[in-house]
């Protein structure tokens, strides 16, 4: 894993954490182009896999995974993700699947990832 990498990974890791009270176990990221893609394991909380036990309660813990990060990308990109990428950061599309305590997102940037 490169430092860029292993940078970006943390800065992802330590923001789901404080938002959440958990931050992935594992990340997997690759940049391509002016794209960075993560896949995220074990991001679930003790309380969300109980909650996720039933069919409503999956609905709920996706929804709120996937728009409480959406909605933080729109006010304001984290602290020192700019830097590490060195390009602006534009949008982010993410999913969850719950089930398998796996997220997926893809943060586009104005340029290709230096």
């Known amino acids: 894993m490169t430092k860029k990498v292993h940078d970006f990974n943390d800065i992802i890791r ?3 954490k404080n938002l959440l009270g958990k ?5 997997h990221t690759v940049f391509v182009e002016n794209m960075a893609i993560s896949t995220m394991y074990g991001n679930l909380t003790p309380t969300e896999k109980f909650i996720a036990r039933t069919a409503e309660g ?4 996706h929804a709120a995974r996937t728009r409480l990060i959406q909605d933080v990308y729109v006010t304001a990109p984290p ?3 700019e830097d590490v990428t060195g390009a602006k950061f534009v949008h982010l599309f993410s999913d969850f699947k719950v089930d398998e305590d796996m997220a997926v997102s893809v943060f586009v940037f104005d340029k290709p990832i230096a």
Do not use: F, Q, W, Y
């Open 58 to 61: 999956k609905e709920m813990v």
């Open 79 to 81: 602290d020192g993700l």
């Open 23 to 27: 931050g992935p176990e594992k990340i």
């Open 14 to 16: 330590k923001l789901r």
